[in-house]
């Protein structure tokens, strides 16, 4: 008789996280659905509510499905997403612990198996805590749809007097009102952006901050869509605001025209994406290559004759990167990198006796050149004596030259935490730098479900180190 296994559920409302319409209802369901496909006996389902203020920090149906885990009276554990599971990487250490000791090594999401197991199942399951806990410390969603709902409103969005405006955002002044028309009018006549900032400097008109204007400071002024009395969210122009217009609307669109002629035609570098080039398609194998679609940024893999895609896959930038970004910080603290490093180890002692032989031969080319000088040689035998020597030098910087791409890890290895602290801050260059140091490359899998939400179980990555 095939044992049966006794499945916990466990759902939590949250008013963190991704999900539209995640109700508990409906991770209830999805999580019932895996038990039947599998043949799992549902033992209990574990919910709690997040979202009350009492609720405070402590979540009693969690605490009690740890209790019967720990009592040896489940099997398997079903959520809907491991972010329901834990808030915090800490309480993913300690779930896995309790697991570990009563043998339950199953921990089931919709979009994928985690085997605790074994190392690449907790691997996984300590990205997505990571992932997770980052999100959670994020704005609260509450409050993002506020803000939303504040610029659908048209009303201001806070922050410093806008130039042309009074403080309370809504009021226009006149005097710079005057200058901010001029200035969209010589702008659109052809005058450009530096004679303009030359001009509004002369007049000895302030910026609201009381500093000298640039070109770039005019260049805002002049692309902001407030001035034409309109309300952008988050880059998006979402309504008419409720503060009168400086500028027509016309007049904005030949504006922002006029912007993008000159970016076109002047020097541009093309944008750079933190995973550009280290992803791959599942389906075809090719590269993936960054685009921006609507207000989206995504890797799609692109057909026809300048890429040879399939033209079938694509994902959202955003969740992928931060994943990988989790994913490479934690793999430099893992066992694996201690490994690398000790090859690292290996390949400095081959290095100091390359260069050893190197500088050995050098001198004895030295020592034969002065023994020619001195006349103890004759210019012949000087000839054959240096020819073995030569070839030897060549090989020998041919091999150091191979061993020293190997340097990229130091000061990285080990030190994942440190540089998680630090990481937003760290430019472009130095993270795709991180990144490759340990990662070949990361194959993007098709996605499983139609649905909008991030799959993490996509992201195949192949480790180079
Ligand atoms: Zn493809």
């Not at 972010?83 to 994928?112: N, Y």
């Not at 988050?234 to 993008?260: C, D, K, T, Y």
């Not at 541009?268 to 995973?275: F, G, I, K, N, Q």
């Not at 080319?365 to 070839?391: T, V």
Request: aromatic share 6%; with cysteine; proline share 4%.
């Amino acid at each position: 008789m095939v044992e049966t296994v006794r499945a916990a559920i466990y759902a939590r409302i949250s008013r963190d996280v991704t999900g539209e319409g995640l109700g508990v209802e409906r991770q209830l369901a999805d999580c019932r659905k895996i038990a039947a496909d599998r043949g799992w006996l549902v033992a209990e389902e574990y919910v709690d509510n997040d979202i009350s203020a009492f609720a405070g920090k402590r979540r009693p149906s969690y605490e009690r499905m740890l209790e019967d885990i720990a009592a040896g009276q489940r099997d398997a554990v079903i959520v809907y997403n491991t972010d329901r599971l834990t808030r915090r990487p800490i309480e993913l250490e300690q779930f896995t612990g309790i697991c570990e000791v009563a043998g339950v090594r199953q921990l089931v999401a919709v979009t994928g198996d985690i085997d605790l197991g074994n190392d690449d199942g907790m691997f996984m399951a300590r990205v997505l805590a990571a992932v997770a806990a980052k999100e959670s410390g994020r704005k609260s969603e509450r409050l993002k749809r506020k803000a939303r709902e504040n610029a659908e409103a048209g009303k201001p969005n806070g922050g410093i007097r806008p130039f042309g405006y009074e403080k309370d955002q809504i009021t226009v002044v006149e005097s710079e009102a005057a200058v901010i028309r001029q200035l969209a009018e010589r702008y659109l006549a052809g005058e450009s952006m530096g004679s303009l900032t030359r001009w509004i400097q002369d007049q000895g008109i302030p910026t609201v901050a009381g500093a000298a204007w640039h070109t770039s400071t005019v260049r805002s002024v002049l692309r902001n869509p407030r001035i034409a009395g309109l309300r952008a969210h988050n880059g998006v122009i979402v309504g008419p605001a409720m503060w009168p217009a400086i500028i027509s609307p016309e007049q904005h669109r030949q504006l922002l025209a006029a912007f993008a002629r000159k970016v076109n035609s002047g020097r541009r570098t093309p944008r750079s994406y933190l995973l550009s080039g280290m992803l791959r398609c599942g389906n075809c194998g090719n590269k993936l290559f960054s685009a921006v679609r609507g207000d989206t940024r995504r890797y799609v893999c692109q057909s026809g004759p300048d890429h040879g895609g399939c033209g079938r896959l694509t994902i959202v930038a955003g969740p992928v990167e931060e994943w990988i970004a989790e994913a490479v910080l934690i793999r430099l603290d893992s066992p694996a990198m201690a490994d690398a490093l000790a090859g690292r180890a290996a390949a400095d002692d081959r290095f100091s006796a390359l260069s050893a032989e190197l500088q050995s031969d050098q001198a004895q080319l030295k020592e034969l050149a002065e023994e020619w000088a001195a006349k103890g040689i004759s210019m012949l035998e000087w000839k054959a004596a240096r020819e073995p020597i030569e070839a030897r030098i060549y090989n020998t910087d041919r091999q150091l030259g191979q061993l020293s791409g190997n340097s990229t890890l130091s000061g990285l290895v080990g030190n994942g935490d440190g540089l998680r602290a630090n990481w937003e801050s760290l430019n472009l260059s130095r993270q795709v730098a991180i990144i490759g140091a340990v990662l070949d490359y990361a194959t993007i899998t098709p996605a499983k479900t139609r649905g909008r939400e991030f799959d993490p179980f996509r992201i195949v990555p192949t480790w180079s180190r």
